[in-house]
């Protein structure tokens, strides 16, 4: 591949050496790169497409790193990557020990906010800016890049609102594509829809009313238009809005028809775009799929079930429940807080909602879930997916918390399934009619077992069981990690292991036996040690005097990086291998 203008680029300094007449060319391959090299590591791509002028208009124009360069969600952030030094190691992104998918404060100097999560980037911005006016840098501008379904999130609504009224010189550029990974919703969606074919729209609109500089929308995609816009934005102090329209996936025509797939689309032909098919035949179902499935089923019999999600229909299948009961399906767009309290209203009417979020986005619900849905008691059922390590997302999107923070809220249900069959009867017992909420967790990928669709069984709540008997040694796993568990054992005879499911309520019966009849206790899950299902473990021991020993397994007090999911719990210990370690070493004591 010849890069005649990007391989003269290392840094954005170099890239302002070049005329305005060289962008175009140099778009186009910038665009190659990213195209050739997504299609074999895999990756985010039809957001970074979409970008591609803008990233070159904003580092050509302004003086990055000492402008400050946010990039909401930062998935849409390769063309920055590989103009700010980073190149010739784009390939080893998303990969363990490589460069991260987002942009990360420790590796570089242009990441001016870590991100991975949406919505964040004007407060951050803001608080730039603030910083640098009190600092005397009155000339410096602080720019914030955000998507249109991430500025429909209250987070966004937040800082344009401390924005509006601040003096600060913060530019925002909305980066308006119509679309989230699926299709943005909302209010605010409809109107960005109409203003691009009645810009007397633009005229007086709800930015303006904020106090920006409104302009636009311009197309992204031309230089002429951004740097025009953009050169006049520069010398203007306070706050700015700049609305930008562009195309998900530019360039790259089966990116730009099918914009949900091309998100983030796996391997492909990087000459004519097709998607290389993964074969999934004879695989066992993926998590996601298995609640969608299930989901629908229940619906069919019971017509107080509501599903919500905040902006992952695809992602969390719920798109499968869409398709059949449109009127009982709520895409909310990325706002969490609101679809738990949304499902916490819901629950108060009799309804009986499964609100499906993955765990790394609950996070930002947390009082939404204690305040509005545990203290009031509310049945919500909370679906969520993605719990434990995601793997190639890394640190920003790892599912690890959930299990810690579930269990210290009062009424609250905290359950993992082993398998697909245990998740579909746990979907199934929670809208039999609940008296309290719960918290189903599951994780990212495919199950074990290929004959999962079998007729519905009430599980009792709070109760475990025990999958193998033995002495000495017992094995007490909760979720999908327990078939690590499992695996280890098979050449380990006389060990027992015990699924618990529940981390709340604990099988306290179950517990008294194992605490009674083993030596030593194993716990294993996907989750933080801190406060964790092992805690919760050592917390019923405590309390009941028991003097076993135990050993916990899970995740330290770390983030974790990315990497394959099999990498990445080798590295926390909870691989098959290292499982069959701990245990051959204590039984050797
Ligand atoms: C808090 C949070 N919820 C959900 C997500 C998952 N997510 C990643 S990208 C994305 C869509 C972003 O759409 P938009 O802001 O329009 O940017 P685009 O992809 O179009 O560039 C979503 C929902 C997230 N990163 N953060």
């Not at 010398?235 to 360039?251: D, M, Q, R, Y």
């Not at 499935?293 to 107080?304: D, G, M, S, W, Y």
């Not at 909370?382 to 923070?405: K, M, P, Q």
């Not at 609940?434 to 709540?461: S, T």
């Amino acid at each position: 591949m010849i890069n005649a203008l990007l391989d003269t680029i290392k840094i954005p300094s170099d890239l302002r050496k070049l005329t305005k007449d060289q962008l175009p060319e140099l778009a186009k391959e910038l665009r190659a790169f990213i195209i050739n090299i997504v299609a074999t590591k895999q990756g985010h791509l039809g957001a970074s497409l979409g970008v591609v002028e803008l990233t070159i208009a904003l580092h050509y124009l302004f003086d990055t790193p000492r402008d400050l360069l946010l990039w909401d969600v930062g998935h849409q952030a390769y063309g920055h990557k590989i103009l700010t030094g980073r190149k010739d190691i784009f390939h080893t992104n998303r990969q363990l020990g490589g460069i991260s998918g987002f942009p990360k404060r420790k590796e570089s100097e242009y990441d001016a906010f870590g991100v991975g999560h949406s919505s964040t980037s004007i407060s951050a911005a803001l608080g730039m800016a603030i910083a640098s006016s009190l600092k005397g840098e009155t000339d410096k501008q602080h720019i914030a890049v955000i998507g249109d379904a991430s500025i429909a999130s209250g987070m966004a609504f937040e800082a344009l609102n401390h924005a509006g009224v601040s003096d600060a010189n913060i530019l925002i550029i909305l980066n308006d594509n119509a679309i989230g990974i699926d299709p943005a919703v909302g209010a605010l969606k409809e109107y960005l829809t109409k203003v691009k074919t009645d810009r007397s729209l633009a005229q007086n609109n709800i930015i303006k009313a904020l106090n920006f500089d409104y302009s636009g929308p311009i197309d992204g995609h031309n230089f002429n238009s951004l740097l025009r816009e953009l050169k006049r934005l520069k010398n203007k102090k306070g706050p700015k809005f700049l609305h930008v329209i562009t195309t998900k996936g530019k360039g790259l025509i089966q990116a730009e028809k099918d914009q949900v797939t091309y998100h983030s689309p796996g391997h492909f032909d990087a000459k004519t775009g097709e998607i290389i098919p993964k074969n999934s035949k004879g695989l066992s179902p993926k998590y996601q799929d298995v609640f969608g499935e299930t989901i629908v089923e229940l619906a069919r019999e019971n017509k107080k079930i509501v599903g919500i999600t905040p902006a992952m229909l695809s992602g969390s299948s719920l798109k499968m429940m869409l398709e059949e009961f449109p009127e009982r399906t709520f895409d909310v767009g990325i706002a969490e807080q609101h679809a738990v309290t949304l499902a916490a209203g819901m629950a108060t009417q009799g309804m009986i909602p499964f609100c499906n979020i993955y765990s790394t986005f609950i996070q930002r619900a947390y009082d939404q879930i204690i305040h509005d849905v545990a203290l009031q008691n509310l049945p919500v059922i909370f679906c969520i997916d993605r719990a434990g390590l995601v793997g190639e997302d890394g640190a920003t999107h790892h599912g690890i918390f959930d299990i810690s923070y579930m269990r210290a809220i009062p009424n609250m249900i905290v359950c993992a399934p082993r398998n697909e069959i245990e998740l579909r009867n746990i979907l199934y017992t929670s809208q039999l009619g609940l008296e309290q909420p719960i918290a189903i967790r599951y994780p990212r990928g495919r199950g074990v077992l290929f004959d999962w669709k079998k007729p519905f069984k009430m599980i009792e709540l709070g109760t475990g069981v025990c999958l193998r008997a033995g002495k000495d040694i017992a094995v007490l796993s909760i979720g999908t990690i327990g078939n690590n568990a499992t695996k280890a054992l098979e050449e380990l005879p006389n060990i027992a292991h015990y699924d618990m499911r529940f981390s709340k309520p604990l099988d306290q019966k179950l517990l008294h036996t194992i605490c009674s009849n083993f030596k030593q206790i194993i716990t294993l899950e996907e989750g933080l040690k801190i406060g964790g299902f092992g805690s919760s473990v050592l917390e019923f021991m405590t309390k009941h005097n028991y003097k076993n020993t135990v050993t916990i397994l899970g995740i330290d007090d770390h983030f974790t990086e990315h990497g394959t999911i099999e990498e990445l719990q080798k590295i926390n210990g909870i691989d098959i291998n290292s499982i069959r370690q701990v245990i051959k070493n204590l039984g050797d004591q």
